[in-house]
């Protein structure tokens, strides 16, 4: 375990012990009691001045998107882009349509990590930490684009050279 490859599992077990309704936002009184439980008391006030600061629509709430966004290292556009195709790829190549956790199973070449190509760690580990990344642990669950971008997300922080990124995303998904 380490580094930031767990940003976007770490961002999303706190924002799912925040958001106590489960309702995938998170409003005045889901931050204010969450961060209680971490021993900070805060006003409502105080609480809906902070959820303003990643409230991108006005709606009073933040959802979960916007709450990873907030932490996330953003990826450049042509970072995007190639993230964008892999998953176009793998939607156009699966049975049903929506891409599901077998799907990018079937697809993933372990190859295309920056850790296993350089020979710190085999490709079985990064194969199984890939997969244990994605909420859903059933083969036929689907994973939405956002999902797998925020995966990305984590890994592009760690990969400074946007070729190295390219080529990784290119070889994890057979692109040409
Ligand atoms: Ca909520």
């Known amino acids: ?18 958001d106590t309704n489960s309702n995938g936002k998170l409003d005045v009184d889901d931050f204010r009691w969450g961060l209680m439980d971490f021993g900070i008391s805060i006003t409502k006030e105080e609480a809906a001045e902070c959820l ?9 709430t933040v959802h979960y998107q916007a709450f990873l966004n907030a932490f996330m ?8 882009a190639i993230v ?6 793998l939607e156009a190549s699966c049975a049903n ?14 190859n295309g990590d920056p850790d296993v190509y ?17 909420d859903t642990q059933v083969k036929e ?12 997300c984590d890994i592009s922080a760690l990969v400074e050279n946007d ?8 070889t994890s998904f057979k692109l040409e």
């Not at 303003?52 to 009073?60: A, E, L, M, V, W």
């Not at 290292?73 to 995007?80: D, H, L, S, V, Y």
């Not at 070729?163 to 290119?170: A, M, N, P, T, Y």
């Open 118 to 134: 350089s020979g710190k760690r085999s490709e079985e580990d990064s194969f199984m930490e890939f997969l244990s990344l994605f």
């Open 1 to 18: 375990m380490g580094r930031s490859l767990y940003g976007v599992k770490a961002l999303t077990r706190i924002f799912k012990a925040m």
């Open 141 to 152: 669950s689907v994973v939405s684009f956002e999902e797998f971008r925020a995966y990305f």
């Open 73 to 80: 290292t953003p990826m450049n556009a042509g970072r995007e």
């Open 163 to 170: 070729v190295d990124f390219e080529k990784g995303i290119k």
């Open 84 to 89: 964008k195709k892999a998953y176009e790829t």
């Open 97 to 110: 349509g929506s891409v599901c956790l077998d799907d990018i199973a079937k697809a993933y070449n372990a």
């Open 52 to 60: 303003s600061s990643f409230d991108s629509d006005g709606s009073g």
